[in-house]
């Protein structure tokens, strides 16, 4: 009995989470005229107009934008992923003065995001004369307090002999570093994909920082949508479809590594 | 465990810590002191009038007025109101949600649990932009999905979801629930395969029913992940921009009932048409929420137990 609804939430679950993203793809192929009937699943015809037309960039340069959204963001994640993976190898596993500010720096930056400062962080980016390129988003987007807390966790649990093990043979603590943090791969990569998606969603912070010509995805997909533009809706549905189909496919492929990672990062 | 027992020499810590310090410094402590500054600055200096030589003799500098001007404006308030309604119900309705699930996933076998997890997270893969656009498409209308299949056989009226100003919130944190339950839950999951089989074992033994399991194995096993889980739905609920940006196309809906805070945060900052940019009253704004953050601070040093790391 228990079982059978256990079975039953899941599925139910599942279907709400996948059956519209199923509409949006197949919606990608349908007139305006079909889509304003949700109720409606296929289309009449398939025609890949929408799709053809988007990449064409007949509207706007989508393929640009979809690259500058994967080295923003994919640039971001990397170095995340090395930042907040030596901050948090340190913290784990070294006695040191000013350890417990360090954990309070990386606390204040999980509950004072980046987002709630965007304003003066659009100003300070101005100063610096950084606004408009790619790349003045990179850096900013490389700290983050979730990291240091997430590899914390993670590193935690390598066995303390180790590290007595390097310290014996005369070993620097970053050459210790450079030795164990292979052994964290799951724990990199899964970061890696966490941190990946939240900057792939990011949508603030490139409205305020970014120029036309580095345009990300959040801000090309807005403006498909923009009712003065008149574009067909299959057109922003194909674009929404293609923008999710990247990160789906490397959580997909990477899914059991990030499970095995987050049980040690969950062990408390 | 006890935090690191080892003494790192100074040149390796730098090395491993410089980074993170160096970009907090840059990227987070400068804006908000740049913000502090900011917010204590004359208005009308940030537009275009300074030019006009009209303001040459006023200060720059107007001490707290910006704060009153900001506590005084009634849209203010609503903005922070709707974004704790937000906030509250989404954290109060995810975290039992995912937990019913995590509950109902764990009896499963690997390969069926699997696909079913990664079938609830794809919601969170998507773009918050995306699950509005469906909302607004799939959901929501005369037509949409939650009047047709949810609120016209229950025999109700259906909802005009996106005009109706009782009705944007919650369709708005239906939207917040359906993107981070997967996520939540596959934590939870994690958190629960750490139970130890022996007091799985115990239990059995005992004979403990299912409350009994669920009151004493299950939600200790999660409590901590299901606080550090809260702290940053509330977080990310309050920065939120995207999702409710592209629902209701920058506005706040009708009466502004869908008026988050950081959306009005924009709306100062960078108003459309011929409105001044007022980034003192926005930088205001964003400092005047402190407290709130000051009480999440205070929860989240109560997960450094959970952190073993005290």
Same mark, same amino acid.
């Given at each position: 009995?228990?079982r059978l609804?256990?079975?039953?939430t899941?599925s139910l679950?599942a279907?709400?989470?996948?059956?519209?993203?199923?509409?949006?793809?197949?919606s990608?192929?349908k007139?305006?005229r079909?889509?304003?009937e949700?109720t409606l699943?296929?289309?009449?015809s398939?025609?890949?107009?929408?799709f053809a037309s988007?990449?064409?960039g007949e509207?706007?340069?989508?393929?640009?934008?979809f690259g500058?959204s994967?080295?923003?963001?994919?640039?971001q994640?990397?170095?995340?992923?090395? #930042?907040?993976a030596?901050a948090?190898?340190?913290?784990?596993?070294?006695?040191f003065r000013?350890?417990?500010?360090?954990?309070f720096?990386?606390l204040?930056?999980?509950?004072?995001p980046?987002?709630s400062?965007?304003?003066?962080m659009?100003?300070?980016?101005g100063?610096?004369g950084?606004?408009?390129s790619?790349?003045s988003?990179?850096?900013p987007g490389?700290?983050?307090g979730?990291g240091?807390v997430f590899?914390?966790?993670?590193?935690?649990n390598?066995?303390?002999?180790w590290?007595?093990?390097?310290?014996i043979e005369?070993?620097?603590?970053?050459?210790?570093f450079?030795?164990?943090?292979?052994?964290?791969f799951p724990?990199?990569?899964?970061?890696?994909?966490?941190?990946?998606?939240l900057?792939?969603?990011?949508?603030?912070?490139?409205l305020?920082?970014?120029?036309?010509e580095?345009?990300?995805?959040?801000l090309?997909?807005?403006k498909l949508?923009d009712a003065?533009?008149?574009?067909p809706?299959?057109?922003s549905?194909?674009?929404a479809?293609?923008?999710?189909?990247p990160?789906?496919l490397?959580?997909a492929?990477c899914?059991?590594l990030?499970k095995?990672a987050?049980?040690?990062?969950?062990?408390? | 465990?006890?935090k690191?027992?080892?003494?790192?020499?100074?040149?390796?810590?730098?090395l491993l810590?410089?980074?993170f310090?160096g970009?907090?410094?840059?990227?987070?402590?400068?804006p908000?002191?740049?913000?502090?500054?900011?917010?204590?600055?004359?208005?009308?200096w940030?537009?275009?009038? #300074?030019?006009?030589?009209?303001?040459?003799?006023?200060?720059k500098?107007?001490?707290?007025s910006?704060?009153q001007?900001v506590a005084?404006?009634?849209?203010?308030?609503?903005a922070v109101?709707?974004?704790t309604?937000y906030?509250?119900?989404? #954290?109060?309705?995810i975290?039992?949600?995912?937990?019913?699930?995590a509950?109902?996933?764990r009896?499963?076998?690997?390969?069926?649990?699997g696909?079913?997890?990664?079938?609830l997270?794809?919601?969170?893969l998507?773009?918050?932009?995306?699950?509005?656009?469906?909302?607004y498409?799939?959901f929501?209308g005369?037509?949409?999905?939650?009047?047709?299949?949810?609120?016209?056989p229950l025999?109700?009226?259906?909802?005009?979801?996106?005009?109706d100003p009782h009705?944007?919130l919650?369709?708005?944190i239906?939207?917040?629930?359906?993107?981070?339950?997967?996520?939540?839950t596959?934590?939870f999951?994690?958190?629960?395969?750490?139970?130890?089989?022996w007091?799985l074992?115990?239990a059995?033994?005992?004979?403990a029913?299912?409350?009994?399991?669920i009151?004493?194995i299950?939600?200790?096993?999660?409590?901590?992940?299901?606080?550090?889980?809260g702290?940053?739905?509330?977080?990310?609920?309050?920065?939120?921009?995207?999702?409710?940006y592209?629902l209701?196309?920058g506005?706040?809906?009708?009466?502004?009932?869908?008026?988050?805070?950081?959306?009005?945060?924009?709306?100062?900052?960078?108003?459309g048409?011929?409105?001044?940019?007022?980034?003192?009253?926005?930088?205001?704004?964003?400092l005047? #929420?402190?407290?709130?953050?000051a009480?999440?601070?205070?929860?989240?040093?109560?997960?450094r137990k959970?952190?073993?790391?005290?």
């Amino acid at each position: 009995m228990i079982r059978l609804f256990a079975w039953f939430t899941a599925s139910l679950g599942a279907l709400l989470c996948l059956y519209p993203f199923l509409w949006m793809f197949l919606s990608s192929f349908k007139t305006n005229r079909e889509i304003y009937e949700p109720t409606l699943l296929f289309p009449q015809s398939y025609e890949w107009g929408a799709f053809a037309s988007l990449l064409n960039g007949e509207y706007l340069a989508f393929f640009q934008s979809f690259g500058n959204s994967l080295v923003l963001s994919g640039g971001q994640a990397f170095l995340a992923t090395m #930042v907040s993976a030596g901050a948090g190898f340190a913290l784990a596993k070294f006695r040191f003065r000013w350890a417990g500010v360090f954990f309070f720096l990386a606390l204040m930056l999980i509950i004072f995001p980046k987002q709630s400062l965007a304003v003066s962080m659009f100003e300070w980016l101005g100063i610096l004369g950084w606004q408009g390129s790619l790349w003045s988003l990179m850096l900013p987007g490389a700290v983050t307090g979730l990291g240091v807390v997430f590899f914390l966790q993670l590193f935690r649990n390598l066995p303390d002999e180790w590290l007595e093990i390097a310290r014996i043979e005369g070993l620097s603590a970053w050459r210790t570093f450079q030795l164990l943090v292979p052994l964290a791969f799951p724990g990199l990569v899964t970061f890696f994909l966490l941190h990946f998606v939240l900057s792939w969603q990011e949508h603030l912070l490139p409205l305020l920082a970014l120029d036309e010509e580095s345009m990300t995805l959040p801000l090309a997909l807005t403006k498909l949508r923009d009712a003065s533009f008149r574009i067909p809706e299959a057109v922003s549905m194909a674009a929404a479809t293609l923008s999710i189909l990247p990160v789906a496919l490397m959580f997909a492929v990477c899914f059991r590594l990030m499970k095995s990672a987050l049980r040690e990062v969950t062990h408390s | 465990m006890a935090k690191g027992n080892s003494i790192g020499d100074a040149f390796s810590l730098v090395l491993l810590l410089g980074p993170f310090l160096g970009l907090w410094l840059l990227f987070w402590l400068v804006p908000l002191l740049l913000g502090v500054d900011l917010s204590l600055q004359n208005s009308a200096w940030h537009s275009e009038a #300074v030019h006009e030589n009209q303001y040459a003799n006023a200060s720059k500098y107007v001490g707290s007025s910006n704060f009153q001007r900001v506590a005084e404006d009634p849209k203010f308030y609503k903005a922070v109101r709707n974004s704790t309604y937000y906030v509250v119900g989404t #954290v109060l309705l995810i975290l039992p949600l995912a937990f019913a699930l995590a509950l109902s996933l764990r009896g499963m076998n690997r390969l069926p649990r699997g696909i079913f997890v990664f079938c609830l997270m794809v919601p969170g893969l998507a773009m918050p932009g995306v699950l509005s656009t469906l909302f607004y498409l799939f959901f929501h209308g005369r037509t949409g999905a939650l009047n047709h299949y949810l609120i016209i056989p229950l025999g109700l009226k259906p909802i005009n979801w996106m005009m109706d100003p009782h009705f944007i919130l919650p369709s708005m944190i239906l939207q917040s629930i359906w993107r981070w339950t997967g996520m939540v839950t596959l934590f939870f999951l994690c958190g629960m395969e750490s139970v130890p089989r022996w007091q799985l074992e115990a239990a059995r033994l005992e004979g403990a029913g299912t409350w009994l399991k669920i009151r004493s194995i299950w939600i200790p096993s999660i409590r901590n992940l299901g606080l550090f889980a809260g702290v940053f739905l509330a977080v990310d609920g309050f920065a939120s921009f995207s999702g409710a940006y592209v629902l209701l196309g920058g506005s706040g809906g009708i009466l502004d009932s869908g008026l988050l805070f950081v959306t009005y945060v924009y709306q100062v900052a960078f108003p459309g048409g011929g409105g001044r940019f007022d980034f003192p009253a926005a930088a205001a704004m964003s400092l005047m #929420v402190a407290p709130a953050l000051a009480l999440l601070l205070f929860l989240t040093l109560r997960l450094r137990k959970f952190l073993s790391w005290e």
